[in-house]
Nanobody, 124 residues
Framework: QLQLVESRGGLVQPGGSLRLSCSAS????????IGWFRQAPGKDREGVSC????????YYIDSVKGRFTISRDNAKNTVYLQMNSLKPEDTAVYSC?????????????????WGQGTQVTVSS
C-alpha cells in the first residue's frame, strides 16, 4: 500500500518544540518534493513548508520562518519538520504530502500522496 505516515503530534506549551516525521510506505520519497500542510479549525488548509527532491532548497510560509525547519533523509525515506518557539496559532492538524515541486511560499504542487494528518495543539 502506497502511503505517507506522520508521527504522532501532541500538546505543547507555548514556546516549546516538537518534531514531526513523515515516512513513506511502498514508494521512495526521493522522487518527490515533500511538503507539510496544516489546517486549523474554521480555516483553509495552508502549505507550511516544502523541501525539494534532493533537499537542496527549502521554503516556508512567512509565519513560521525562523521557527520551523524542514529536512529530509532520503536514506531513511523520511522527512522531518522541527517546530520551535511554538505559538497557540500554530495549533492545527499537520499533514505531509508528496508532490512535484515546491512553491516559494512553502506550498507543494501536484500532490500525489497525502498523510493522514496529526494534531498539534499549542496551549498552556
Amino acid at each position: 500500500q502506497l502511503q505517507l505516515v506522520e508521527s504522532r503530534g501532541g500538546l505543547v506549551q507555548p514556546g516549546g518544540s516538537l518534531r514531526l516525521s513523515c515516512s513513506a510506505s511502498g514508494f521512495t520519497l526521493d522522487n518527490y518534493a515533500i511538503g507539510w500542510f496544516r489546517q486549523a479549525p474554521g480555516k483553509d488548509r495552508e502549505g507550511v513548508s516544502c523541501v525539494t527532491r534532493r533537499g537542496g532548497m527549502t521554503y516556508y510560509i512567512d509565519s513560521v520562518k525562523g521557527r520551523f525547519t524542514i529536512s529530509r533523509d532520503n536514506a531513511k525515506n523520511t522527512v522531518y519538520l522541527q517546530m520551535n518557539s511554538l505559538k497557540p496559532e500554530d495549533t492545527a492538524v499537520y499533514s505531509c504530502a508528496a508532490g512535484s515541486t515546491c512553491t516559494v511560499s512553502g506550498g507543494t504542487l501536484a500532490v500525489r500522496y497525502w498523510g493522514q494528518g496529526t494534531q498539534v495543539t499549542v496551549s498552556s
